[in-house]
């Protein structure tokens, strides 16, 4: 029923930043938490951060301070802003929207990250 789409993604020098957008479908005021993976080679998907109505949390340990989750419910759209980029943050990076009832789970088709050295 949601389709969601993630765009700015790319590739950046080490220290540089980007913005990603994750753009849905239908309203976004609903949603009980949007949230922000990301996989990279050979590794396996984990929680990067998320929002729901009352703000961010669940900031991964690896990003904080340097990653910042907003939402713009106008815009039907949530962002991660991404700064001081690493290499280690090379990643395909999925938007996540989860709804409590019924319990339903939405997943974007990913955006390529890559910061080189």
């Known amino acids: 029923q949601v389709q969601l789409v993630e765009s700015g993604g790319g590739l950046v020098q080490a220290g540089g930043s980007l913005r990603l957008s994750c753009a849905a479908s239908?309203?976004?005021?609903?949603?009980?938490?949007m949230g922000w993976y990301r996989q990279a080679p050979g590794k396996q998907r984990e929680l990067v951060t998320s929002?729901?109505?009352?703000?961010?949390?669940n900031y991964a340990d690896s990003v904080k301070g340097r990653f910042t989750i907003s939402r713009d419910n106008a815009k039907n759209t949530v962002y991660l802003q991404m700064n001081s980029l690493k290499p280690e943050d090379t990643a395909v990076y999925y938007c996540?929207?989860?709804?409590?009832?019924?319990?339903?789970?939405?997943w974007g088709q990913g955006t390529q990250v890559t910061v080189s050295s």
């Open positions: 996540n929207f989860v709804y409590y009832w019924p319990r339903r789970d939405y």
């Open positions: 929002i729901t109505k009352d703000g961010p949390t």
């Open positions: 239908r309203s976004i005021f609903g949603v009980n938490v």
